[in-house]
């Protein structure tokens, strides 16, 4: 798969073109089905986001980051995910908890989500992902889902950042997850998607945007240097990983708390291996932050408490 220079050149540049358009994308999202404001006002307390980010394999470390904010009490009034996030985040939004979060993943075949269709736009064909999704969340669409879900995904032919959060669940998932020239775009009303981590790898701007007053964001990123580049696949991580970093560091600076786990062990985007190392790299960077939550927490509801006793 994938060894010739001139597909790899394509891939690179194809991912070098959508990423490079990103600047002026937009989000598109359907009227929300809870007024967040009310919410604020009607419980006196802040809106907290959840928002998970893109990385590959590397997205288990999201449910060791989810087991300990289940731990401590602490669910979002809503989600944000792109790419591994975005799959993690349905599923959790759908009211798995951690534990089935956790046997989900340690039970997960590479058939289950794998389906090669050889595609001048791709070899992976996505539709597995999306049946796998839709199994597990018993098709509830992303409207309906408990806890509010949006998927970050790219609109391929302009690069704009397209926020789903309506209609069919594992599709939108699919769309998120698309490595473009990997994965064959999805295709949704006549529109193509592709990987969300392109525009937004961790997409704390669309959380600011939706009204969430704390933003606890996962960053699952692989630092460039621990990228192997001697082979083609190092390459193809390593031009991911720049362009992503410097989207992410544009994002993070708006977050309230960054969960940043230790992946460096699984730094490789196909990997799949070391599930539960990397699960508990999860746990070890939320507990790390632990305190510094519930600093902002308590921080904002007393400025929460102030702002409704002003105004009432």
Not at 22 to 45: G, S
Not at 253 to 277: L, N, S, T, W
Request: neutral net charge; charged residues 20%.
């Amino acid at each position: 798969m994938m060894k010739s220079g001139p597909l790899f050149l394509a891939l690179c540049l194809s991912l070098t073109a959508v990423v490079s358009s990103a600047k002026t994308a937009v989000a598109q999202v359907q009227p929300n089905r809870i007024d967040f404001h009310k919410l604020k006002q009607t419980e006196k307390r802040p809106i907290v986001a959840l928002v998970l980010g893109s990385g590959g394999a590397r997205g288990y470390a999201h449910i060791g980051a989810i087991e300990v904010l289940e731990r401590e009490g602490i669910r979002p009034d809503f989600i944000v995910g792109t790419s591994a996030g975005s799959l993690v985040g349905a599923l959790y939004a759908q009211g798995k908890n951690a534990a089935q979060l956790r046997d989900i993943a340690l039970n997960m075949k590479a058939n289950d989500v794998r389906d090669i269709r050889l595609d001048k736009k791709g070899f992976f064909d996505g539709k597995k992902i999306e049946d796998y999704v839709n199994q597990l969340v018993h098709n509830t669409p992303l409207h309906q889902l408990k806890t509010p879900m949006y998927v970050v995904a790219t609109q391929l032919q302009h690069g704009q950042k397209v926020v789903f959060n309506y209609g069919d669940t594992g599709q939108a998932v699919r769309a998120s997850v698309s490595i473009p020239s990997m994965f064959i775009p999805t295709n949704i009303a006549g529109m193509e998607y592709v990987d969300g981590g392109l525009v937004s790898p961790v997409p704390v701007k669309v959380a600011r945007d939706l009204g969430a007053d704390v933003v606890i964001a996962v960053d699952i990123l692989a630092q460039p240097a621990y990228t192997e580049t001697n082979n083609v696949w190092g390459l193809f991580n390593q031009n991911i990983n720049i362009m992503q970093q410097q989207l992410a560091q544009q994002e993070l600076q708006y977050a309230d708390i960054v969960i940043q786990p230790d992946v460096r062990e699984k730094a490789h985007i196909f990997d799949v291996r070391g599930r539960e190392v990397t699960m508990q790299a999860g746990s070890e960077a939320a507990e790390q932050q632990l305190t510094n939550l519930q600093q902002v927490l308590n921080t904002k509801k007393q400025q929460s408490l102030q702002q409704f006793q002003v105004q009432y």
